[in-house]
């Protein structure tokens, strides 16, 4: 029986959140198939079987979280890796164009490769490599004097794997130590004479080599296998990483990028307890790690002075107090925070249900936190009489529709924050208050927030200044759209310079949108509806949109913040101000 | 605002794990019930596992040793064995630990409640007593320590009195003349060397690889060696179906390297592992989850999904060993009386109670090899140690396993003679985050086998001073 395991999915990645499960028992699975679809922090991906056979037995469910290396399934009569090194082979090159961060294969090295570093072996003694390349089969070499055989302890090679010269092909226990003995030869192995608990004499033979391959001398690569692994793992992880590709196209479904492999050695924590998270252990004395947890510090995040880095209670105090005091300095970002108060035992009260935060609620949570917290918010309220631009509005509505746009009072807000933003740059800005500087953007791209099923996504609309209100209505319907269909690529989100929501749709008179984080400014929009208004000596009705202004007051002052509200309200009331200032 | 009382704990399982949070709880001035089915709390551990066969398997050492006086020039002639004796010595230590543990529970007002327990809502538990008759009550929380039980394979199974599991035969009702052990782990191995001791030929099937899964290689080879001695045969392949006939169970095996397709043997013992008792009565009216392989889901302060309910021990997940239940147990406690606690441990000792022994804590090298990390191990075979020699038993190995950038010590693995004692210093340096350093340049007292510790950190140096290594 064979069981699939979740592959590594990138760096930094370690588990996301089942989305659509797209197999059963009993169903037959072949090598690239896809399983399931995973929504991690970074995109939703299809991840591809590197098994095939029948499925027995599927341990996920839709809505769960899975971690790397967990069991997906498992299959019977499995077939597997044939095609492995075909695929494997293949596989970057039908990855899509982002380069595969070539990851240190940490996970996934040799466990002992170096064979430079001499073998401690008492007695490596003289190992004579051989004068031909003819020379096929590895003996036992003389291991010292008085010593002539051995136990096999632990062997390091199998058929099939590659072998260089003075690579540790085995642990030998002699009556005076535990040697490792170097191999003579290169090349890949075709026959272990030998089994784990043998007694070997020296000269018995251990190994053969595939004939011709004896010559080669890749001294430092990894065995086939591993160099597969690694070809996939680089491969999904060009998939995943997405960087400038949309969700669907990280993985493509009729193409997945992903080569397969039949065993995906992940690096698997087996004899864990249970509720323990594996983050190695960390040193620091038990009194010393319990300290911590009572302060709500993560220990992992305390930096230990003690020889080989260890934690001492004084180290934690030391911390505790540097959190406190918010001295931390802006190195330690979210790991610093001190963690939340304990929630109350809501089930006291009644019944609940807990649900995981899925992608993007748990990137929104991070999101709106680091904003919250950074940022001093203060929030402008003004109104903007557009009773005029209503007119206008209706009247270029059939030109933005040709275009394929529609003609919202965003898409007109775009223009009008854009011509605001060049007169006030300070609103284009964000501050880096490490090097105590203000960093100012000689480029205008607005985010504008849309609301989506699976939660708050801002798609960034470029060089709004260049653009007409035409053009700008037919971007933002595209990207709206693509925002629901959930083709929004990351790249689609970055870069913005402000960022423009727009309750109104919905209503509501006013609210305080949140500073998008490292922006300074934040434009919201309500319902816009007739109000009397005081002009020519009497209250005509007009159509008024109310207009929230966020902005960080580190940054920006009251005093400018009330002009630049009232420049873009008078820029809706009369605009033909646009196309003069703009 | 009113005064915080202390909480009314019910506890479901009075083994190690049951127990420990009992007592625990009881000092800190919770109101305990602690239920079990016995007389009086020790669970699995007391009654049927780790204290009767340690009692046997320090007989069965005896009797060893006293064959091996023999190279000594001492000769005692084959042991006159009383079965019935044996058998009430080691139902003595069972009785006096576990009625001590009875009278502590009386003195700490745990109320020990036999019977059987299942869940009504997340708080409530219907007791139904041993002599008949229930009730039930509701408690603040709960802590569900219900244990493990011998797994069964169904293809193995046979209603007989020739078949035993770990239960049986720790009763030693007899001593058979052939005996065919099931599995090659701990349980199997400890059993078979008693009964091998007391005179059964025993052989052992394992179809994995090797003897003890999971253990480092190079630990188990002496045991490996000496067991290939005492034993009739160490097969390593599977067994297809087991039959009883007339004079005994017929066993048929299959594999690559069988040599006997079928045998008949007197007795055959299955310890196989252990599964979890997780499949408690109205456990679904509650929202605790049991996840894959019967495990009760737990977070890390061995809190369920239900807030009210608490789990431990065995019935959440391995490693199966009564001292991890102990300490999960008080870790349970001290969370229920609102300390921020975690089970968080950076090394659970292991020890398998062969002759020789085997012990590990913290990191093995199997471990680090799947994980692909970076380690050093430094070695030091017992043939080098005086203590071993003057044993007689020079066929031992304590290493560490190390962090190369750091020299800190991140695992211990130790064969031999009394490993299951030397283990407890290995332990205690991991948890400290000892150094290497720190642990050569502790004085450890001469001759003795726990010096073996600090001569192993003193090879990761190069400077052992018993054991003599070229340069690198």
Same mark, same amino acid.
């Given at each position: 029986?064979?069981?699939?395991?979740?592959?590594?999915?990138?760096?930094?990645?370690?588990?996301?959140?089942?989305? $659509?499960?797209?197999?059963?028992?009993?169903?037959?699975?072949?090598?690239?198939?896809?399983?399931?679809?995973?929504?991690?922090?970074?995109?939703?991906?299809?991840?591809?079987?590197?098994?095939?056979?029948?499925?027995?037995?599927?341990?996920?469910?839709?809505?769960?979280?899975?971690?790397?290396?967990?069991?997906?399934?498992?299959?019977?009569?499995?077939?597997?890796?044939?095609?492995?090194?075909?695929?494997?082979?293949?596989?970057?090159?039908?990855?899509?164009?982002?380069?595969?961060?070539?990851?240190?294969?940490?996970?996934?090295?040799?466990?002992?490769?170096?064979?430079?570093?001499?073998?401690?072996?008492?007695?490596?003694?003289?190992?004579?490599?051989?004068?031909?390349?003819?020379? &096929?089969?590895?003996?036992?070499?003389?291991?010292?004097?008085?010593?002539?055989?051995?136990?096999?302890?632990?062997?390091?090679?199998?058929?099939?794997?590659?072998?260089?010269?003075?690579?540790?092909?085995?642990?030998?226990?002699?009556?005076?130590?535990?040697?490792?003995?170097?191999?003579?030869?290169?090349?890949?192995?075709?026959?272990?004479? !030998?089994?784990?608990?043998?007694?070997?004499?020296?000269?018995? @033979?251990?190994?053969?080599?595939?004939?011709?391959?004896?010559?080669?001398?890749?001294?430092?690569?990894?065995?086939?296998?591993?160099?597969?692994?690694?070809?996939?793992?680089?491969?999904?992880?060009?998939?995943?990483?997405?960087?400038?590709?949309?969700?669907?196209?990280? @993985?493509?479904?009729?193409?997945?990028?992903?080569?397969?492999?039949?065993?995906?050695?992940?690096?698997?924590?087996?004899?864990?307890?249970?509720?323990?998270?594996?983050?190695?252990?960390?040193?620091?004395?038990?009194?010393?790690?319990?300290?911590?947890?009572?302060?709500?510090?993560?220990?992992?995040?305390?930096?230990?002075?003690?020889?080989?880095?260890?934690?001492?209670?004084?180290?934690?105090?030391?911390?505790?107090?540097?959190?406190?005091?918010?001295?931390?300095?802006?190195?330690?970002?979210?790991?610093?925070?001190?963690?939340?108060?304990?929630?109350?035992?809501?089930?006291?009260?009644?019944?609940?249900?807990?649900? &995981?935060?899925?992608?993007?609620?748990?990137?929104?949570?991070?999101?709106?936190?680091?904003?919250?917290?950074?940022?001093?918010?203060?929030?402008?309220?003004?109104?903007?009489?557009?009773?005029?631009?209503?007119?206008?509005?209706?009247?270029?509505?059939?030109?933005?529709?040709?275009? =394929?746009?529609?003609?919202?009072?965003?898409?007109?807000?775009?223009?009008?924050?854009?011509?605001?933003?060049?007169?006030?740059?300070?609103?284009?800005?964000?501050?880096?208050?490490?090097?105590?500087?203000? !960093?100012?953007?000689?480029?205008?791209?607005?985010?504008?927030?849309?609301?989506?099923?699976?939660?708050?996504?801002?798609?960034?609309?470029?060089?709004?200044?260049?653009?007409?209100?035409?053009?700008?209505?037919?971007?933002?319907? *595209?990207?709206?759209?693509?925002?629901?269909?959930?083709?929004?690529?990351?790249?689609?989100?970055?870069?913005?310079?402000?960022?423009?929501?727009?309750?109104?749709?919905?209503?509501?008179?006013?609210?305080?949108?949140?500073?998008?984080? +490292?922006?300074?400014?934040?434009?919201?929009?309500?319902?816009?509806?007739?109000?009397?208004?005081?002009?020519?000596?009497?209250?005509?009705?007009?159509?008024?949109? +109310?207009?929230?202004?966020?902005?960080?007051?580190?940054?920006?002052?009251?005093?400018?913040?009330?002009?630049? @509200?009232?420049?873009?309200?008078?820029?809706?009331?009369?605009?033909?101000?646009?196309?003069?200032?703009? | 605002?009113?005064?915080?009382?202390?909480?009314?704990?019910?506890?479901? =399982?009075?083994?190690?794990? /049951?127990?420990?949070?009992?007592?625990?709880?009881?000092?800190?001035?919770?109101?305990?019930?602690?239920?079990?089915?016995?007389?009086?709390?020790?669970?699995?551990?007391?009654?049927?596992?780790?204290?009767? &066969?340690?009692?046997?398997?320090?007989?069965?050492?005896?009797?060893?040793?006293?064959?091996?006086?023999?190279?000594?020039?001492?000769?005692?002639?084959?042991?006159?064995?009383?079965?019935?004796?044996?058998?009430?010595?080691?139902?003595?230590?069972?009785?006096? @630990?576990?009625?001590?543990? *009875?009278?502590?529970?009386?003195?700490?007002?745990?109320?020990?409640?036999?019977?059987?327990?299942?869940?009504?809502?997340?708080?409530?538990?219907?007791?139904?007593?041993?002599?008949?008759?229930?009730?039930?009550?509701?408690?603040?929380?709960?802590?569900?320590?219900?244990?493990?039980?011998?797994?069964?394979?169904?293809?193995?199974?046979?209603?007989?009195?020739?078949?035993?599991?770990?239960?049986?035969?720790?009763?030693?009702?007899?001593?058979?003349?052939?005996?065919?052990?099931?599995?090659?782990?701990?349980?199997?191995?400890?059993?078979?060397? !008693?009964?091998?001791?007391?005179? &059964?030929?025993?052989?052992?099937?394992?179809?994995?690889?090797?003897?003890?899964?999971?253990?480092?290689?190079?630990?188990?080879?002496?045991?490996?060696?000496?067991?290939?001695?005492?034993?009739?045969?160490?097969?390593?392949?599977?067994? #297809?179906?087991?039959?009883?006939?007339?004079?005994?169970?017929?066993?048929?095996?299959?594999?690559?390297?069988?040599?006997?397709?079928?045998?008949?043997?007197?007795?055959?013992?299955?310890?196989?592992?252990?599964?979890?008792?997780?499949?408690?009565? *109205?456990?679904?009216?509650?929202?605790?989850? !049991?996840?894959?392989?019967?495990?009760?889901?737990?977070?890390?302060?061995?809190?369920?999904?239900?807030?009210?309910?608490?789990?431990?021990?065995?019935?959440?997940?391995?490693?199966?060993?009564?001292?991890?239940?102990?300490?999960?147990?008080?870790?349970?406690?001290?969370?229920?009386?609102?300390?921020?606690?975690?089970?968080?441990?950076?090394?659970?000792?292991?020890?398998?109670?062969?002759?020789?022994?085997?012990?590990?804590?913290?990191?093995?090298?199997?471990?680090?090899?799947?994980?692909?990390?970076?380690?050093?191990?430094?070695?030091?075979?017992?043939?080098?140690? /005086?203590?071993?020699?003057?044993?007689?038993?020079?066929?031992?190995?304590?290493?560490?396993?190390?962090?190369?950038?750091?020299?800190?010590?991140?695992?211990?693995?130790?064969?031999?003679?009394?490993?299951?004692?030397?283990?407890?210093?290995?332990?205690?340096?991991?948890?400290?985050?000892?150094?290497?350093?720190?642990?050569?340049?502790?004085?450890?007292?001469?001759? #003795?086998?726990?010096?073996?510790?600090?001569?192993?950190?003193?090879?990761?140096?190069?400077?052992?001073?018993?054991?003599?290594?070229? $340069?690198?």
């Amino acid at each position: 029986m064979t069981e699939f395991k979740l592959p590594e999915l990138g760096e930094n990645i370690h588990q996301g959140d089942l989305v $659509r499960l797209m197999i059963a028992p009993g169903a037959s699975i072949a090598e690239g198939q896809a399983v399931m679809e995973l929504e991690t922090d970074k995109a939703v991906v299809e991840v591809p079987s590197s098994v095939s056979g029948t499925i027995k037995e599927v341990l996920v469910k839709q809505g769960e979280k899975i971690k790397v290396g967990q069991v997906i399934f498992t299959v019977e009569n499995g077939a597997g890796g044939k095609r492995v090194e075909a695929k494997a082979s293949s596989a970057p090159a039908a990855a899509p164009k982002s380069e595969p961060k070539p990851a240190a294969p940490k996970s996934e090295a040799p466990p002992k490769p170096a064979p430079s570093a001499a073998p401690k072996a008492t007695a490596s003694a003289p190992v004579v490599p051989s004068e031909s390349n003819e020379v &096929s089969e590895f003996k036992l070499p003389e291991l010292g004097e008085n010593i002539h055989q051995g136990d096999l302890v632990r062997l390091m090679i199998s058929p099939g794997a590659q072998v260089s010269e003075g690579q540790p092909v085995m642990e030998l226990e002699t009556e005076k130590a535990v040697v490792e003995v170097p191999s003579s030869l290169s090349g890949i192995v075709k026959g272990v004479h !030998v089994s784990q608990g043998d007694q070997i004499k020296v000269g018995q @033979l251990i190994f053969t080599l595939e004939p011709g391959a004896t010559s080669q001398t890749h001294s430092q690569q990894p065995s086939r296998a591993e160099e597969s692994h690694d070809h996939a793992r680089m491969a999904f992880q060009a998939a995943i990483q997405s960087e400038g590709k949309t969700e669907e196209q990280a @993985l493509p479904r009729d193409q997945p990028p992903t080569a397969s492999v039949a065993t995906f050695s992940m690096p698997l924590h087996l004899d864990r307890a249970a509720g323990v998270e594996h983050r190695g252990p960390v040193p620091a004395a038990p009194h010393v790690r319990r300290l911590a947890r009572e302060l709500g510090i993560d220990i992992h995040s305390i930096p230990g002075n003690g020889p080989g880095g260890r934690i001492s209670e004084a180290d934690v105090k030391l911390y505790a107090k540097s959190v406190i005091a918010g001295a931390a300095s802006g190195a330690g970002s979210a790991a610093t925070h001190l963690q939340q108060p304990a929630l109350p035992d809501f089930s006291k009260w009644g019944k609940i249900e807990r649900v &995981s935060m899925r992608g993007v609620r748990r990137k929104t949570a991070e999101h709106m936190w680091e904003a919250w917290s950074s940022i001093p918010h203060v929030t402008q309220q003004d109104k903007a009489d557009i009773t005029e631009l209503e007119q206008l509005r209706t009247k270029f509505a059939p030109k933005a529709a040709e275009a =394929g746009g529609k003609m919202t009072v965003t898409a007109i807000a775009l223009k009008v924050c854009a011509s605001a933003l060049k007169i006030f740059p300070q609103f284009n800005a964000s501050i880096d208050m490490e090097k105590e500087e203000i !960093v100012y953007k000689q480029f205008i791209n607005i985010g504008v927030a849309v609301d989506t099923d699976r939660g708050l996504l801002v798609p960034v609309i470029r060089d709004v200044d260049k653009k007409n209100i035409v053009e700008l209505a037919a971007e933002l319907t *595209g990207l709206s759209k693509k925002a629901r269909d959930k083709k929004l690529s990351p790249a689609d989100m970055e870069g913005g310079t402000f960022t423009i929501t727009n309750l109104g749709g919905i209503g509501g008179t006013g609210f305080s949108p949140i500073v998008n984080y +490292p922006e300074v400014a934040i434009l919201g929009l309500s319902r816009s509806g007739m109000e009397p208004v005081w002009m020519n000596n009497k209250f005509e009705p007009r159509m008024v949109l +109310p207009l929230s202004l966020s902005y960080d007051h580190r940054l920006i002052d009251g005093a400018d913040a009330a002009r630049f @509200l009232r420049w873009i309200a008078e820029a809706f009331e009369q605009p033909f101000l646009l196309s003069v200032q703009g | 605002m009113t005064e915080r009382s202390q909480p009314n704990i019910a506890i479901v =399982g009075g083994g190690p794990g /049951g127990y420990a949070a009992a007592f625990l709880a009881a000092d800190l001035g919770m109101n305990v019930t602690l239920i079990d089915r016995e007389q009086n709390p020790g669970g699995v551990c007391l009654y049927r596992g780790c204290i009767p &066969s340690k009692a046997l398997l320090h007989v069965a050492k005896v009797i060893d040793e006293c064959r091996h006086a023999k190279n000594w020039g001492i000769e005692f002639g084959e042991p006159r064995i009383d079965v019935a004796r044996l058998r009430s010595f080691k139902e003595g230590v069972v009785n006096k @630990l576990t009625s001590g543990l *009875g009278q502590i529970a009386k003195a700490r007002k745990v109320q020990y409640i036999r019977g059987d327990a299942s869940f009504e809502n997340s708080n409530t538990i219907r007791i139904t007593k041993n002599g008949g008759g229930g009730e039930s009550t509701t408690f603040d929380r709960i802590i569900i320590a219900t244990g493990s039980r011998p797994a069964v394979i169904p293809t193995l199974k046979l209603d007989s009195p020739r078949m035993l599991d770990s239960t049986s035969a720790l009763d030693i009702n007899d001593v058979p003349g052939t005996l065919l052990v099931i599995g090659g782990g701990y349980i199997g191995l400890e059993l078979g060397t !008693v009964y091998a001791a007391l005179g &059964s030929k025993v052989s052992v099937v394992e179809m994995t690889g090797g003897l003890l899964p999971g253990a480092d290689r190079d630990l188990v080879l002496p045991l490996h060696k000496r067991l290939e001695k005492m034993f009739d045969a160490i097969l390593l392949n599977t067994v #297809t179906a087991v039959k009883e006939e007339a004079n005994g169970i017929r066993v048929c095996f299959d594999g690559k390297d069988v040599k006997e397709r079928e045998k008949v043997f007197d007795k055959v013992l299955v310890s196989v592992g252990r599964k979890p008792n997780s499949q408690i009565a *109205g456990l679904d009216r509650t929202q605790v989850r !049991v996840g894959d392989r019967g495990f009760i889901q737990v977070n890390k302060h061995l809190q369920t999904d239900d807030p009210s309910i608490y789990a431990i021990g065995d019935v959440v997940g391995e490693p199966m060993l009564a001292h991890k239940a102990s300490h999960e147990g008080r870790t349970a406690v001290e969370h229920i009386a609102g300390h921020k606690v975690a089970f968080e441990p950076n090394a659970i000792p292991a020890v398998v109670f062969t002759d020789p022994e085997i012990a590990w804590s913290g990191l093995t090298e199997t471990q680090a090899e799947k994980e692909g990390r970076e380690i050093k191990v430094a070695k030091f075979p017992w043939a080098a140690s /005086g203590r071993a020699v003057t044993l007689d038993r020079t066929e031992g190995l304590t290493k560490l396993i190390l962090d190369p950038a750091s020299e800190r010590i991140l695992g211990v693995g130790i064969v031999g003679s009394g490993a299951g004692e030397l283990i407890a210093e290995g332990t205690l340096a991991i948890e400290m985050a000892a150094l290497a350093k720190d642990v050569a340049l502790t004085i450890h007292p001469h001759p #003795t086998l726990s010096e073996t510790v600090m001569q192993a950190a003193e090879v990761f140096f190069g400077t052992s001073t018993d054991l003599y290594r070229p $340069r690198r």
